[in-house]
């Protein structure tokens, strides 16, 4: 596609309730990471992946986060039990290499009530 | 612990009021700097890499430079189409380490 894509776009989850939100990078990056921003602050990282390994997890926050890339392309991230503390925007960015410059998508913005 | 820090926080310019932002890092080995611009609800968008101090590197108003200590973004004759939140990021020299972002400088320009 002509950009990362991510979906959905705005997700709202009762505490508790599970969620699940897709990212579609680049065709052809190797490189998927996903980040987590909190309003006002720099975007946090949390896990990456080349192709379909995932070589580093050490950003997510519990054992609550969990992701995936099956196919070394789609990723899914989710979010089990979903805490009031989890509401915040979740990006995905991929690249060709190994992160060197990351294309970037809009974000799924999750509010957990 | 690698480290970024941006200032200020938030800057307000009229139109044409020349400014620089900071970014000041500790870092185990520096791979590379980036510099992202934000929009409101949109993701990062990739403006520059500077890797080794004294380089530079220039896009329209904008003009990126890199100490061994600090990066700054200097902004000449802003627009107010320049408004966003200005992310800097480093790599660490260290395997696949991910890059690490600052808080941003929310940059506002009134026409």
């Known amino acids: 596609g002509a950009g990362v894509s991510q979906s959905p776009r705005y997700k709202v989850a009762k505490r508790g309730q599970d969620v699940a939100l897709r990212c579609d990078p680049i065709?052809?990056?190797?490189?998927l990471f996903w980040y987590q921003q909190a309003l006002g602050q720099g975007p946090e990282f949390l896990t990456y992946?080349?192709?379909?390994?995932?070589?580093?997890k050490s950003g997510l926050p519990s054992d609550r986060f969990f992701a995936e890339r099956p196919e070394g392309s789609v990723s899914t991230l989710k979010i089990q039990r979903t805490q009031q503390e989890d509401s915040a925007v979740y990006l995905c960015?991929?690249?060709f290499g190994t992160g060197e410059k990351l294309f970037f998508g809009s974000g799924t913005q999750l509010s957990v009530l | 612990e690698d480290q970024v820090t941006q200032s200020p926080e938030a800057l307000r310019l009229q139109e044409g009021e020349s400014s620089s932002l900071n970014c000041s890092y500790t870092?185990?080995?520096?791979?590379?700097l980036f510099w992202y611009r934000q929009d409101p609800g949109k993701g990062p968008e990739f403006l520059f890499t500077?890797?080794?101090a004294g380089e530079e590197k220039e896009k329209e108003r904008l003009k990126a430079t890199l100490t061994k200590k600090e990066s700054f973004l200097h902004i000449t004759a802003p627009k107010p189409e320049d408004s966003a939140t200005y992310l800097c990021?480093?790599?660490?020299?260290?395997?696949?380490?991910?890059?690490?972002f600052g808080k941003g400088t929310r940059l506002s320009v009134i026409a």
């Open positions: 992946f080349q192709n379909e390994a995932q070589l580093d």
């Open positions: 065709s052809g990056h190797v490189s």
């Open positions: 500077l890797y080794s």
């Open positions: 960015a991929s690249s």
């Open positions: 870092v185990s080995g520096l791979r590379g």
């Open positions: 990021a480093v790599r660490p020299n260290s395997g696949n380490t991910p890059l690490v």
